[in-house]
């Protein structure tokens, strides 16, 4: 994470503001509201906004006049009924709202979630600072063998330092060539005043896709627990797994009830196919079941043993 | 507008309240929070919750670290900028939340802006009120003669009359039965013992379409800005109307710049078709132009003349 | 179903016509194009267009230049793939469009799936025909007294036929009165050329919520499929399930692999929380488990015994 | 555009093929459906698919049972009403999809466009071509001094020259060291069978941001209409307008009568703001209005002498 003394200074003084409202209110949330929490080598999240809490999910399930939450047991149960049979809508009617700085290639992902508001850094005004994700070496990972958008091992050593060195060389070169192009130095002065700058809406298709860029990103809660619920998961990318991950930290303190319902119901959960429900009664029932009895392709079968905790 | 003593209380022991907070607020709009806005005869709007202000929109275009509105003369600049360049995505970084009460030929038309979040009353699941919206006689217009969709003349005397009966009387003897189906008083304990009630999610089907409904509801200010557009405007049903009129008040509470951005290029603005602004430019060049020579048809000429303030 | 002769006609002429084109074409789903398809006591679907097939399912998860289905068992294999998975934009690339005729206490419930595209029937610009929905004595269905969303027992003897009448009646009498107040016979001319008709889109809201009205219904096939889990599942009202069903087997004429890995894995499985896959791999491994020892709640350890087919 | 022996030969064999259907079909849309049509050094755009035509639209806003489309001048008049009042719901009625191969700066403009579905080509799962966009000399424009997103002169010369140099040089670099790390030839077999290649997911960002991407795109009726107003106007990056105009061209072939319509209301047309139209009464009454007098701020009243076509 890297944020100039100045960023620092204007998060301080929005933190050091207290102002008096009548809505809802999450100090678990404020305590670290405009935080910067620092994700890969210079990306961060942070909770720029809120609306809503636990109470007002309950509150618009009952269309209620005033605020709900006299008894947390009860709420609690409505909550986990809520989130059981997919009634989404009361979900839908709290709201966040974070500044996120992140890879590019990260972003191609993200933005697929479409039911979120989005406003990003333009390349095509502004000059982008001089940041790229490089990986740890821990998670320069080759190409798994077995599924073809999967990692496998570590690469390590001569191979590792090749690696690093390649995509630090070629992400500093394309940059340095992007403010050649632009004729600009950081301050905004032409670096050689004799010639015209290339267009920045142009200059920036240079650099390269582990450049950070930023945005704002809001969505309501039904729709961040779907995106939480690909991406926090086991098969999500790294590089955006850790931003879930983050934000999944920030749902706890935002809707610790709503985060328990999630985390035992969806994320926690599992789905069973037709024929994976047949071969689990018919174990239920004593009865010895391969994966060609089950009727199950041998991939299928491999998942649901491994969902139930079982040699194959 | 009917609440309840025991609504009224929990709407006054919600304004009670005051908690501290870090995030934008905006007094003006925090004065009318929560409170019932009377619309129609027993409808109304409440404010229940809402993020961001005039700064938040600012903040998002520029995508800072802080809150911006240092320079309110800046802002205003940049909102207008914004609204004229139809540059969307920074007004949705504002939200805002309502409880309405409406009838439900009303929510019929307005659940049809698809771009919002909404918790309605379930009649599947409780009963509703015995509460039908009746025109105000200087309402009780005929149908327009000209326009399919529109109104003409008010009726008066024995036909509007007779009209308000029929309604009045339609909409009882409906609900009246919807009860003795149900064989439920309002307590919910039956009328008769001695035998089954309907089902809910069944009966409602014999109420007329004036009976009132509520729903929270939840969208984005430039969502909110385009229904607004519609429903606030000349052409809209009246009915539809009187809820956007006080919309439009509760947005000029919340973001005074953004409010009047978008009465002076949406609401106050006039769009102008490809032939429409070549006969203005003829005009303006001194020369008499008529329905004919524009090239435009009858109906559209006449628009033209109207925005212009001219006689035909 | 009620179609007038003019309608049955238009109908006949527009299945009478046979285009050559270089689109994807799904025979299957051609034989019944256009037809109405008898849902309830008046309403219909008809199936109007549609774009792709199951191998333009396939086309677009490769991205491809040609059309794929070469390999019948191979495209079958990725489509449950991406089922499994949920990985759904490909599903997003088919497209279907109905013409639905309803109950408009049905449409209420239907058009809260917002991922479709609507255009209704316009009672404020015409005149509903006089249809109503009354339900067929075996669907009379009392209050269920341990679900509040639910029926019970089927009403029978008197207390059915007071039921029916009621709703007969009413529906008529408002219906008659729509058509005085608005002062117009079915062919349009005033009932009495002495008096002014009331708007339309006044009186419309004299009718009752079992009036049918009609509309064009579009959505993409994964927008389709979320529909159906939701709505012709055994918890959905029985009249909105039924035309969900007739819908799932259009789908089952128009996209058979995808239609196959949609009962296999959505509407076939079963969801289970992590507190359920934990008492499941309790009991394969032998364990006597109880709704005590599971940490399940009572409701919901009786719907996972339900789901594994178990007593309690 | 660099297509491949085999894409050609599939796109002609899909060309070739040619079922019967029940289905409204644009004759002038068919002669081009499948083929690609060349956008940038590398690019194109291809019509996959559509559903419905002009007489869909029509179909629509009236709930008919047949086909409409009798009476072209009806129709057109029809189509032209909807589209001056806004009544957005009729065009919903129509899709289309296209295959896009765009560079990925572009794709990132295309993507904001949320309502709708997308493809992408994806470089976790499989490897990029070799392929970049440089811009042809003619359109290698300086940043603009007056507008901060804009393009201003074209460079020449030996300042053109160095751009290109770098451009290509960095690009190809950059795509040799991403085959490098993954270790692959463009048959996938390793480049050297001793060491593992760094996976896919993680290689793909050394690539520059003018690398060429490809994805299925389809969205209704409306949403394109919408994307062109935005996309193929004068102010959009001359590198996604060029995609936005051949897709113009697909809408003449396929909707003639709503691609009229559009240009005529929407495309050629000019929004005037309140201050705006009272400044254009005031002068059509005869007055001298100047900046000063209309109450426009500096840039507004040049855009609208620029509107007016008149010298300031």
Redesign the interface.
């Known amino acids: 994470m890297t944020?100039t003394a100045e960023?620092h200074a204007?998060?301080e003084?929005?933190?050091a503001?207290?102002?008096?409202?009548?809505?809802?209110?999450v100090p678990a949330l404020?305590d670290i509201?405009?935080q910067a929490i620092p994700i890969l080598d210079h990306g961060f999240i942070r909770v720029i906004?809120?609306?809503?809490d636990d109470g007002?999910i309950v509150?618009?399930?009952r269309?209620?006049?005033?605020?709900g939450t006299k008894k947390v047991q009860e709420d609690k149960?409505l909550i986990?009924y809520l989130m059981?049979h997919?009634h989404t809508?009361?979900f839908?009617?709290c709201?966040i709202?974070y500044?996120v700085k992140l890879?590019?290639?990260v972003a191609?992902q993200w933005?697929?979630h479409?039911?979120a508001?989005?406003?990003?850094?333009?390349a095509?005004?502004?000059i982008l600072d001089k940041e790229f994700?490089i990986?740890a070496p821990e998670h320069?990972?080759?190409?798994?063998t077995v599924n073809?958008?999967?990692?496998?091992?570590v690469?390590e050593g001569e191979?590792a330092a090749r690696?690093l060195d390649?995509?630090r060389g070629?992400?500093e070169?394309?940059y340095d060539?992007y403010m050649?192009?632009?004729n600009e130095n950081e301050t905004g002065l032409p670096l050689d005043p004799g010639?015209?700058?290339?267009?920045?809406?142009?200059a920036?298709?240079?650099?390269?896709?582990?450049t950070y860029t930023?945005?704002?990103w809001?969505t309501?809660l039904h729709n961040l627990m779907h995106f939480l619920s690909?991406r926090a998961e086991a098969h999500a990318?790294y590089e955006i797994r850790v931003y879930a991950e983050a934000m999944l930290d920030t749902l706890r303190r935002w809707v610790p009830l709503c985060h328990e319902a999630f985390?035992?119901?969806r994320?926690?959960?599992?789905?069973?196919?037709?024929?994976?429900?047949e071969a689990?009664?018919r174990?239920?029932a004593g009865e010895t079941v391969t994966q060609q009895t089950s009727g199950l392709?041998a991939r299928?079968w491999r998942e649901l043993m491994e969902?139930?905790?079982?040699e194959e």
């Open positions: 944020l960023q204007e998060i003084a929005a933190r503001a207290s102002h008096a409202t009548r809505r809802a209110t404020e509201l405009f906004d809120y609306m809503g007002a509150q618009a399930a269309v209620s006049y005033g605020r149960g986990n059981r997919r809508t009361p839908e009617m709201e709202k500044h890879p590019i290639f191609r933005i697929r479409r039911t508001n989005v406003n990003e850094y333009s095509r005004y502004s994700y990986p320069l990972a080759a190409q798994s073809r958008q999967g990692r496998g091992e690469l191979q690696v390649l995509l070629d992400a070169r394309c060539h050649h192009m632009l010639r015209s700058g290339l267009a920045r809406e142009l920036r298709m240079n650099l390269t896709l582990n930023q945005w704002y809001k309501d690909l990318q985390v035992q119901y994320m926690g959960g599992a789905h069973l196919s037709a024929l994976g429900v689990v009664k174990m239920l392709r299928e969902t139930l905790g079982r």
